[in-house]
């Protein structure tokens, strides 16, 4: 399809691995957005980046989240050593530059056990 | 305090219904606001932009007032598919991250 594309849709893991979520953009949007999602919360910005650089990371909670984007397309956010706390809904959305709106993705919902 | 903050639900209210959710925001220098609607367990979809002199889309009408940082969503003659979580949403600068409140869940009922 069209949109933005992330996968996997469902992943439960248990308290101390290691996850990695992918997030493939709409063709040709520069910007990528990572955002979190608590149940009955709005979504938290984690991170974003214009094409492969990551300009804002100021909203990942710990060194344990990292995410990159190595040639300013595909984009993958890994949480390391995860913990109850990071189960959430991730959701990335993409957008042409300036004050274009962000298209979101389906999001992949965590479950840390 | 969170920077964008909304009226706590859920709104049950009957079709036809006029419903008004309302939401304030902190940070003054905050340039761009908008309604993101929000199905269950979906992703959030943009509703409207708003914009100083208000404005309209069709049963939907939001209004900003800058000087009270304040933001409001009214929807008239409100239909069962009007049921969802309403995000008020900011963004600080051009291309920049968007801010969401809490959300506000929304209920028609027949």
């Known amino acids: 399809g069209a949109g933005v594309s992330q996968s996997p849709r469902y992943k439960v893991a248990k308290r101390g691995q290691d996850v990695a979520l992918r997030c493939d953009p709409i063709?040709?949007?520069?910007?990528l957005f990572w955002y979190q999602q608590a149940l009955g919360q709005g979504p938290e910005f984690l991170t974003y980046f214009q094409n492969e650089a990551q300009l804002d990371k100021s909203g990942l909670p710990s060194d344990r989240f990292f995410a990159e984007r190595p040639e300013g397309s595909v984009s993958t956010l890994k949480i390391q050593r995860t913990q109850q706390e990071d189960s959430a809904v991730y959701l990335c959305?993409?957008?042409?530059?300036?004050?274009?709106?962000?298209?979101f993705g389906d999001g992949t919902r965590l479950s840390i056990l | 305090r969170k920077e964008v903050e909304q009226d706590p639900g859920p709104f049950n209210v009957p079709e036809g219904a006029t419903v008004a959710f309302n939401c304030t925001y902190s940070?003054?220098?905050?340039?761009?606001f908008f309604w993101y609607r929000q199905d269950c367990r979906k992703e959030p979809k943009l509703l409207m932009s708003v914009y100083s002199s208000g404005n309209e889309d069709g049963r939907f009408t939001a209004q900003l007032n800058r000087a009270s940082q304040y933001i409001s969503l009214l929807i008239r003659d409100s239909k069962l598919s009007d049921s969802a979580t309403y995000l008020c949403?900011?963004?600080?600068?051009?291309?920049?991250?968007?801010?969401f409140g809490q959300g506000t869940e929304l209920s028609v009922k027949p």
């Open positions: 949403v900011v963004k600080r600068d051009q291309g920049g991250k968007l801010i």
């Open positions: 940070n003054s220098a905050s340039q761009s």
């Open positions: 959305a993409s957008s042409l530059p300036g004050s274009q709106p962000q298209h």
């Open positions: 063709s040709g949007h520069v910007s």
